[in-house]
């Protein structure tokens, strides 16, 4: 069985996330509410500004956790 490179998958999240703070950013920023599907509710632009600025917290998270965390197997 094989393990899981957490730091390979935060190098993914942390695209992710970056991709995600930028989208919702736009949406906060240029007042634009979105629809949510099936469930007629529109998402309001304040709660796309709360989103991008958890999205910067997991971006930093994971940033820190794929490139500037030492290795696990390092020696200072």
Known sequence: MS???WR???KFASGAAFVGTIANAY???YDI????PFLNYTIPPWLFGVRAIV???VFA???YVAYLRPAAGSSP
């Open 3 to 5: 393990r899981i490179n």
């Open 61 to 63: 998270l994971c940033v």
């Open 33 to 36: 509410s979105g629809p949510f």
């Open 55 to 57: 999205s910067v917290a």
């Open 27 to 29: 949406l906060w920023a």
């Open 8 to 10: 390979e998958v935060c």
